[in-house]
C-alpha cells in the first residue's frame, strides 16, 4: 500500500497569504496524484489532477507541482472560501490511498 | 450537471447487514468507473471500493474484502454497495464517487451515514 504523508498537519495563515501544503508519497506514483478540497459539511471536491492539472471550475490561485514521490499544493493568495481541509490522493495503485489531510485555518 | 444521491443508510447491530444505493444522473453512467469512499466522523477520506463501467472488475480495500460487494445496474444509472458483518469500525459517512479506476474521484455524491452500534 502507498502511504502519502501530509505536512503540516494544520496551517494557520490570515487571508492573503501563501499557502504551501505538502504530500510525500512511500514510493513512486509518477503524476498520478491529486489534490482534494474538503469544508466543513460538505463532501470533497476535486481541484487538482494529475498533479498540476486544474479541475473545471477551479481559480488560478491553486497550483499543483511535483512527480515521482514529492507533491505540493500551492494557494497563491489566500481567499476567505479556502479555508478548509485538503488531501493528497494517488491511483498508480491499488488500493488507492489519500493522504491524512491538512487543514488550513485562520490565523 | 452530474448528480449522485445516496441513499440506504442508517442504524444497525454489529453483525448486521445494509444495502447502499446511489442513483446517478447527468452523465452517461455506463461509460465511467464508480467508488464508494467513506468517513468516519471527525477523520481522514478512506477509499473502499470502485468498480469498473461495465461492472466486470472489482476492487476493495483490505478491511471490508469477503464483507462488503460493489455493484451496478447500468440500465438504472445505480450503484451499489452491499454490505455484511458490519462492524463498530465501518460506521462512517459514505460517499458515492464518480470515478476511481483510470480516473480521479471527479464527482462526489453528500453521503449517506452508516452507524454501527449495539
Known amino acids: 500500500e502507498i502511504v502519502l504523508t501530509q505536512s503540516p498537519a494544520t496551517l494557520s495563515l490570515s487571508p492573503g497569504e501563501r499557502a504551501t501544503l505538502s504530500c510525500r508519497a512511500s514510493q513512486r506514483v509518477s503524476s498520478y496524484f491529486a489534490w482534494y478540497q474538503q469544508k466543513p459539511g460538505q463532501a470533497p471536491r476535486l481541484l487538482i489532477y494529475d498533479a498540476s492539472n486544474r479541475a473545471s471550475g477551479i481559480p488560478a490561485r491553486f497550483s499543483g507541482s511535483g512527480s515521482g514521490t514529492d507533491f505540493t499544493l500551492t494557494i497563491s493568495s489566500l481567499e476567505p472560501e479556502d479555508f478548509a481541509v485538503y488531501y493528497c490522493?494517488?491511483?498508480?495503485?491499488?488500493?488507492?490511498?489519500f493522504g491524512q489531510g491538512t487543514k488550513v485555518e485562520l490565523k | 450537471e452530474v448528480q449522485l444521491l445516496e441513499s440506504g443508510g442508517g442504524f444497525v447491530q454489529p453483525g448486521g447487514s445494509l444495502r447502499l444505493s446511489c442513483a446517478a444522473s447527468g452523465f452517461t453512467f455506463s461509460d465511467f468507473s464508480m467508488t464508494w469512499v467513506r468517513q468516519a466522523a471527525g477523520k481522514g477520506l478512506e477509499w473502499v471500493s470502485t468498480?469498473?463501467?461495465?461492472?466486470?472488475?472489482?476492487y476493495y480495500t483490505d478491511s471490508v474484502k469477503g464483507r462488503f460487494t460493489i455493484s451496478r445496474d447500468n440500465s438504472k444509472n445505480t450503484l451499489y454497495l452491499q454490505m455484511n458483518s458490519l462492524a463498530a469500525e465501518d460506521t462512517a459517512l459514505y460517499y458515492c464517487?464518480?470515478?476511481?479506476?483510470?480516473?480521479?474521484?471527479?464527482?462526489w455524491g453528500q453521503g449517506t451515514l452508516v452507524t454501527v452500534s449495539s
Open positions: 468498480i469498473r463501467s461495465s461492472g466486470d472488475s472489482t
Open positions: 464517487v464518480k470515478g476511481g479506476y483510470n480516473r480521479y474521484f471527479e464527482y
Open positions: 490522493q494517488q491511483r498508480s495503485n491499488w488500493p488507492r490511498t
